[in-house]
Each structure stands twice: as structure tokens, then as C-alpha cells.
């Protein structure tokens, strides 16, 4: 049980050090963006050398920044979202379950309408002491089935007959770093997975983003500290200076509600296994509630219109769900498993085993967990 009042002593002996620090370090990075903002070289100066940490490119000025206007009706967006319960081993047989939730908003001058569905798939295993039940292993499944939850209903959507400007939107990046943790055989097969989800959506010209809310990346604060070490590798690894701000830090300093940033492209080193066009670029908007990132592929990053209607429908769908997305909050609603949704699989679970052989059991510790005395 956390001792509140020990917690509020030792908030009390760290605030003002860290209050004051931050201050500091956000200082020291408006001086230098001040000095970079309306550099035309900058990027090439940058991309003429090899960095040790992750600097994107783009093109024009790195402070560049542009209104976004007002999306038209009709519209129409499509939302997908997944969850899991992973396998647990204080729980009966070696399998795991994945929803994958999707909300379908359309926008008429006249008339609106929503679709919601979930889809819950179940993922037996053969060996409970495989590698194939692992958190990430999960998580990455649970990427592709939303990819493919995607294409499958915004081909529907198409093949309908639908002529209403349509995106979709995902929650989280379109980076799939995640697979470097796994070995290189399961990192093919996931991003080639990804890579087929992905090229359907381009074949089909369906404009798609991952959206990012408070994101955590430090690619422009990389920069910033380039910079401030004059362009110099060995004083840049010495240099922590900057280390407690966020990119959304340094976009605080130029965006204003309603804005977005240049079109960056993304240098992360799991993006050079992406095919060409399916690159993944990015941006900064900032939605009146906070800051937040949206990655798209290359194909959309090339075509001005599509960029700018992306980021209308986004800053559109933040603002009805006041912060943040309404497309992906329902979406998200549809896809979460609550504590009831999981003590009702393994109840389903212990049912079926039963039904056959009797053989299901659980540990001790999870018997024990559920009684919770008082």
C-alpha cells in the first residue's frame, strides 16, 4: 500500500530541482531553435554526416509552419484499435486473446451515422514454453490484425460505393520498432505482414496516419543538441544538457493551435527495411489541447492535398472528442478488454476443458489473488 504521506515528503525534496532544471534546459533549447528556425542549410548540414542518434530530414525551413483549415463535409473516418489478455500461466490452458475494435463515423451536411464492431480471436499455442506467447510476439500480432481489420473495411467502405472523402486512423505509430526485439526470422514475417497491410491501403489510395498523443520522440531535440554541440559527434555524446525535453517542447516554441509543422522523414533504422513508398514521414500538429504526431507513408507525404486533408480530419475528430480523437476514443472503447471481459474468457476457458477432459487449473496464486480478504 503506497505510504501517501512519505509520497508527498519526497515530491516535496525533488520538485524544486526539477522545476528549475527544466526550466533551465527549455531556456538554453528556445536560444538555439531561435538560431536554426530560418536556416535553409540546416538539413543538408545535418544529412551531409552519419549521427549516432536518430535525426530526421526534411525539406525548406525547419521552422515552417502552416494553419490548418477547416475540414468539409462530408467526411467520413474510420477508426481501428486492438487490445489482449496475454497468456498467463497461473491460468489453465497456453493461449491468448485479441480484440480488435473499429468505429466507422461518417459526416453528411445533412445526416450522420456510426458503425462500431469488435472482433475477439483467440490464439492457441502447441509448447506453453515457446517464445510464441511472449508480450511482444503478442503485441505484434495484435498490430497486424489491426492493419488487417483496416483494409478489410475500408475496402467494404470503397466497395460500397462510397464517394465521401475517407481516412483512417490508427492509435500509435506507423514505426514498427517493436520487432527489433524479436528474432530475425518473426521480424520478417510481422513486417512483411505489415508491409502487405500497408501497400493494400496505398494501392487502394486509402489516406491513413497513426496518431500520437503526447508522443516521446526527441528526433528535433537531437537536432537542437547537434547544434548547441557545434555539429561536433564526441561533444554531443557528453552533452545531456537537453535530456528532459521531448520534441513537443520544441514545437510548443513555433505551433500554434491549429497549426501544423514541415513534413519530416523519419531515420529510424527499422525504416530502411520499408519498401519506398511506404516510408514513413511525419509531423507536428498542434490541436489545441496538445501537441501531437501523426506518421504517414511516403505516397502521402508527396502530395500536399492529401497531407493537408489528413491533418483537417484529425484536428477535426481531436476537437470533437475535446483532446483527442473521437474516432479512436470509441474505437479504443470497442477494442479494451475490462476485468469483467477477463474473468469471463477464462470462465469460457474453464467450461470448454472441462466439457472434455476436466483438465484445466489454475495456480494457487490466482485462486488466492481473486478471494482478496479484507
Known amino acids: 500500500m503506497l505510504n501517501h504521506q512519505e509520497l508527498v515528503a519526497q515530491l516535496d525534496k525533488v520538485s524544486k530541482d526539477l522545476c528549475v532544471k527544466f526550466a533551465r534546459q527549455k531556456d538554453i533549447a528556445r536560444q538555439v531553435w531561435d538560431s536554426i528556425k530560418d536556416d535553409q542549410e540546416l538539413c543538408k548540414k545535418l544529412q551531409s554526416r552519419k549521427w549516432s542518434m536518430l535525426v530526421p530530414s526534411w525539406n525548406g525551413l525547419i521552422g515552417f509552419y502552416k494553419n490548418i483549415e477547416s475540414v468539409s463535409l462530408p467526411y467520413a473516418v474510420l477508426a481501428v484499435d486492438g487490445s489482449q489478455i496475454y497468456y498467463d500461466k497461473h491460468q489453465g490452458p497456453a493461449c491468448y486473446l485479441i480484440n480488435v475494435g473499429s468505429v466507422l463515423l461518417r459526416y453528411g451536411s445533412v445526416k450522420s451515422s456510426v458503425e462500431m464492431s469488435s472482433q475477439p480471436l483467440v490464439i492457441v499455442s502447441?509448447?506453453?514454453?515457446?517464445?510464441?506467447?511472449?508480450?511482444?510476439?503478442?503485441?505484434?500480432?495484435?498490430?497486424?490484425?489491426?492493419?488487417?481489420?483496416?483494409?478489410?473495411?475500408s475496402t467494404k467502405f470503397l466497395n460500397d460505393g462510397h464517394e465521401t472523402p475517407?481516412?483512417?486512423?490508427?492509435?500509435?505509430?506507423?514505426?514498427f520498432s517493436n520487432v527489433d526485439v524479436q528474432g530475425s526470422d518473426e521480424k520478417q514475417n510481422f513486417l512483411q505482414s505489415y508491409f502487405q497491410q500497408l501497400h493494400e491501403l496505398s494501392e487502394k489510395k486509402i489516406v491513413h496516419a497513426g496518431y500520437i498523443s503526447f508522443p516521446r520522440a526527441k528526433e528535433l531535440v537531437n537536432v537542437l543538441k547537434i547544434v548547441l554541440s557545434q555539429y561536433d559527434e564526441n561533444n554531443v555524446q557528453g552533452l545531456s544538457v537537453l535530456d528532459g525535453l521531448t520534441d513537443m517542447d520544441v514545437a510548443s516554441y513555433f505551433l500554434k493551435p491549429g497549426q501544423r509543422s514541415t513534413v519530416f522523414q523519419s531515420k529510424s533504422p527499422v525504416v530502411y527495411a520499408?519498401?519506398?513508398?511506404?516510408?514513413?514521414?511525419f509531423c507536428y500538429m498542434h490541436v489545441g489541447f496538445e501537441i501531437v504526431r501523426?506518421?504517414?507513408?511516403?505516397?502521402i507525404a508527396c502530395d500536399q492535398n492529401l497531407v493537408d486533408f489528413m491533418c483537417s480530419v484529425a484536428l477535426d475528430q481531436a476537437q470533437k472528442g475535446k483532446g483527442y480523437?473521437?474516432?479512436?476514443f470509441e474505437a479504443h472503447e470497442q477494442a479494451v478488454i475490462k476485468a469483467m471481459d477477463r474473468e469471463f474468457f477464462y470462465i469460457m476457458i474453464q467450461k470448454m476443458t472441462q466439457k472434455y477432459d476436466g483438465s484445466y487449473q489454475s495456480s494457487c496464486k490466482s485462486m488466492k489473488k481473486a478471494?482478496?480478504?479484507?
Open 325 to 328: 480523437p473521437v474516432c479512436l
Open 126 to 153: 502447441s509448447d506453453s514454453d515457446s517464445g510464441s506467447q511472449t508480450a511482444e510476439v503478442v503485441n505484434s500480432q495484435r498490430e497486424e490484425f489491426e492493419l488487417k481489420a483496416a483494409v478489410e473495411k
Open 274 to 281: 520499408y519498401p519506398k513508398h511506404l516510408k514513413p514521414y
Open 371 to 374: 478471494q482478496v480478504p479484507m
Open 166 to 175: 475517407f481516412i483512417c486512423l490508427f492509435d500509435g505509430t506507423l514505426i
Open 294 to 299: 501523426l506518421e504517414f507513408p511516403q505516397w
